[in-house]
């Protein structure tokens, strides 16, 4: 019964739409609750509203390093990056070498994460990411033996949920090293739907020290689990239940995850898959009838059944850190060194980054470089400041590992033969080889974009959905009418604003809305606005013709989710021009970013306009708030061709764009870096030898062109260039391990 007579509106209209709320609510798992329930809303709830206060955006402070971090990054960071050999590692020894592993426990680079008290670094966010970025500048693998340890996995999840013996006994020893953990969740049936685990454990009484204990009996099959070959505990994730009732409760317990010391009997760790020719060990890991105390339950015995929200509160926040440093680090050294490379590389008598085809390659680098980078500021300055925004740190994991497959891809291109041959002067191949592994772990992408990004942020961000998720949800059916009554209101005027928001803004162009600051920023910051209104109010419309089977319309949802990641993306590399005293040499960079972003948000909220299901909703929405269609153009040609000039010459802007990679003079990125600078220096001396139509540098002396100074000095520039321009070559031996098949001589078998 109703605390008070239902109203007519209560019963005429609310009960009605209730009832079908109720059918057309998505099915929803425990796990996908969990999931939603996982992390904080930030600036994604902004941006999904339609009204976004940019005030938010901008007064956030930039997170500046400690005197701490700073002395680790240019002492034992700078150290490791000088002692790294991506060759060596990958090709010839196909594992991490010892003395890495032992600087890197030495010098606690395992503890990154784990607070001081226990033994650890406890480094900020942005120094983490600083350093795996510079790290990873120098190979994947040797990244991501610093990764591991420091993101989702056995250190992370103690720090959060641990009791405080667990937390005595395994930090310090994770933190300098003694154990190198790994954390394996994945296996054979269970990859994305990693909860659809078969992996599983049985309540049951064992014996430890010869004392009767109370504890689980384990069985697992894992695959995929980095560090796993040489790990020293394993942070296990497995179903747990409890036939005999032990416990006293319920049969089904529900994902579990503890902590196994490798050396425990039945655990099988050792073999090694090799991914992507990564040298970094990663193998399956099997268990038979393995006897764990509950006192190895992460959280102790009270968090038997928690594993899942365990995991996905880690990684709500984990996902926005590690493989954005690495994919950022793959596009800056693709930035570096393919300005360079084009710069110097003459074909037809030109530099190659005089090529219109080449410089758009390059700008698409230099772009999204900065608009990325940007980014991962901003998340970790979120993150610094104690937000865990899960929504915004899906779209860091999807779109830096996508931007840095399309950067290392052009700057494969652009460097053609050089970046193909293999061997200890190519710079690219090795993150090439390395990109699927960060596309797929973590939320394999077409995952993260097609469900995760707008299928959390729809609901997440949503003013109203969840309360009206919640009251639908409730059984009493009167205290459901009532609550849901309180709350249909408030969306509908919502819903009525947004739509009469979007419409202004689509019929004005957005040019009427207010933007923060004045200037040549400002139409950006009312175009972001225009877009949001319109994000808003297709999300209301999606989400009210489509209730739960928006789930399954992925293509939708995944264009949705589009929107909102450009929009981030563009109010980052905005943010980024404010922070830095908004450089006149770096704007191009920024306007490029931005229009890229502006033109894929504009294109996507078309694409969504165009495949509506409703196709009446569609158009009408199409009239209402996109009435002139795309009105965010591609960035011009010209500015294209400025900003691959940007990186082409040195500036800097470029030096802006690249900071934070390891460059040294005796690695090949150095030697190119130094090629480049002289050839640069001397460019007015090379164009009267072009102009001339010169090409022989005696010649051009001979006929006065030149001086026998600037002769020698191109000679010199010339040389480096071509020393730089080298690729390897091997003995058919050292590739092979074994004699030539065929014979050099006689062309036969030998
Ligand atoms: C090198 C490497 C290291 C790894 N390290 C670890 C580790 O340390 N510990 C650990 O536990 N795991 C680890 N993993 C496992 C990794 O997390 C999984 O590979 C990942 O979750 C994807 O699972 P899968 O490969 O089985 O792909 P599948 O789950 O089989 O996915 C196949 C494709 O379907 C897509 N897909 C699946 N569901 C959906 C959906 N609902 N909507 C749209 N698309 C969907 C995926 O995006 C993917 O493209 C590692 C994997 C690799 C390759």
Same mark, same amino acid.
């Given at each position: ?30 796990? &996908? ?44 960071? !700078? ?35 784990? %607070? ?13 990411? !600083? ?17 591991? @340890?420091?993101?989702?996995? %056995? ?8 009791? $405080? ?6 930090? %310090? ?82 994902? #579990? ?31 038979? $009838? ?76 230099? =772009? ?16 610094? =400041? ?74 997440? *961000? ?13 059984? $009493? ?30 019929? #004005? ?6 933007? @923060? ?70 704007? @191009? ?42 009105? *965010? ?6 500015? #294209? ?6 990186? *082409?010459?040195? =500036? ?6 690249? &900071? ?72 058919? !031996? ?17």
């Amino acid at each position: 019964m109703a605390a008070y007579p239902e109203s007519f509106r209560q019963r005429n209209i609310t009960r009605p739409l209730l009832k079908w709320v109720r059918s057309v609510l998505p099915g929803m798992s425990e796990t &996908e609750r969990e999931a939603l329930a996982a992390g904080s809303i930030w600036f994604d709830a902004e941006l999904m509203r339609g009204d976004p206060d940019f005030s938010r955006l901008l007064d956030m402070p930039v997170h500046r390093l400690s005197d701490e971090e700073q002395a680790f990054l240019v002492g034992p960071v !700078e150290e490791l990056c000088r002692r790294i050999d991506d060759w060596q590692m990958t090709f010839t020894e196909r594992d991490i070498p010892r003395e890495i592993w032992d600087f890197v426990r030495k010098e606690g680079f395992l503890g990154l994460i784990i %607070p001081k008290e226990y033994g650890g670094k406890g480094f900020s966010a942005t120094a983490n990411s !600083e350093i795996v970025m510079k790290i990873a500048s120098r190979g994947p693998s040797a990244a991501v033996t610093v990764i591991v @340890p420091n993101s989702l996995g %056995p250190g992370e999840l103690l720090v959060l949920f641990g009791t $405080d013996r667990q937390k005595n006994y395994w930090l %310090p020893r994770l933190a300098d090293g003694r154990d190198i953990p790994a954390f394996a969740l994945t296996s054979l049936d269970a990859g994305s739907d990693a909860a659809a685990m078969t992996d599983y454990g049985v309540v049951a009484w064992g014996e430890i020290d010869g004392k009767k204990t109370l504890g689980m009996r384990v069985n697992w099959s894992k695959r995929y689990i980095s560090l796993g070959p040489i790990c020293t505990v394993l942070g296990l994730a497995f179903k747990l239940s409890d036939p005999d009732r032990l416990l006293g409760g319920e049969e089904d317990l529900g994902i #579990t995850v503890a902590l196994i010391p490798a050396a425990t009997k039945g655990v099988e760790i050792g073999r090694r898959h090799y991914p992507g020719m990564q040298a970094f060990p990663n193998g399956p890991t099997t268990g038979t $009838d393995v006897f764990v105390p509950m006192d190895w339950i992460i959280g102790g015995q009270a968090r038997i059944g928690q594993g899942w929200r365990m995991l996905v509160t880690a990684l709500a926040a984990g996902r926005g850190v590690m493989l954005p440093a690495m994919s950022v680090a793959g596009m800056k050294v693709a930035a570096f060194s393919t300005g360079a490379y084009a710069r110097i590389r003459e074909q037809f008598n030109l530099p190659v980054s005089r090529f219109e085809g080449v410089q758009e390659a390059v700008a698409r680098i230099a =772009s999204d470089t900065y608009r990325l980078d940007a980014a991962r500021r901003l998340t970790l300055a979120a993150l610094d =400041s104690g937000e865990k925004p899960a929504v915004i740190t899906a779209i860091m994991k999807y779109h830096a590992t996508e931007a840095m497959r399309r950067a290392t891809n052009d700057a494969m291109d652009v460097h053609s033969g050089k970046a193909v041959i293999d061997g200890p002067r190519n710079y690219l191949s090795s993150a090439y080889r390395a990109i699927p592994i960060a596309i797929t772990v973590e939320g394999a992408n077409i995952m993260t974009r097609s469900l995760m990004i707008y299928g959390q942020g729809s609901i997440r *961000c949503h003013p109203f959905i969840q309360e009206e998720i919640a009251a639908a949800q409730m059984r $009493d059916d009167d205290a459901a009418v009532e609550a849901f009554d309180a709350v249909l209101y408030r969306h509908a005027a919502y819903a009525f604003m947004t739509l009469v928001r979007a419409a202004w803004r689509g019929w #004005t162009f957005g040019l009427l809305s207010r933007s @923060p600051v004045a200037g040549r920023e400002a139409r950006h910051y009312r175009q972001i606005k225009r877009l949001s209104a319109a994000l808003a109010i297709v999300s209301e419309a999606a989400i009210i013709t489509m209730g739960g089977a928006l789930k399954r319309k992925e293509m939708i949802s995944a264009r949705l989710g589009d929107m909102l990641s450009e929009l981030y993306l563009a109010c980052a590399s905005l943010k980024r021009f404010a922070d830095t005293g908004r450089p006149a040499e770096d704007w @191009p960079l920024c306007d490029h970013a931005v229009r890229v972003s502006l033109n894929a948000a504009d294109q996507a909220l078309k694409d969504v306009l165009d495949n509506f299901p409703m196709r009446l909703v569609g158009w009408y929405l199409r009239l209402k708030i996109q009435p002139f269609g795309v009105v *965010c153009g591609k960035p011009r040609d010209r500015l #294209t061709q400025k900003i691959s000039d940007t990186i *082409c010459e040195p =500036s800097g802007a470029r030096d802006r764009l690249t &900071e934070g990679i390891y460059v040294a003079d005796d690695i090949e990125l150095g030697r190119l870096d130094h090629a480049f600078r002289l050839i640069a220096e001397l460019e007015p001396v090379k164009a009267v030898m072009r102009k001339a139509r010169v090409r022989s540098l005696d010649e051009a002396k001979k006929q006065g062109l030149i001086t026998g100074n600037e002769a020698a000095r191109l000679a010199e520039a010339m040389e480096l260039v071509r020393e730089v321009s080298k690729v390897d070559d091997f003995a058919p !031996e050292e590739l092979t391990g074994k004699k030539p098949a065929i014979s050099k001589r006689k062309g036969k078998a030998a």
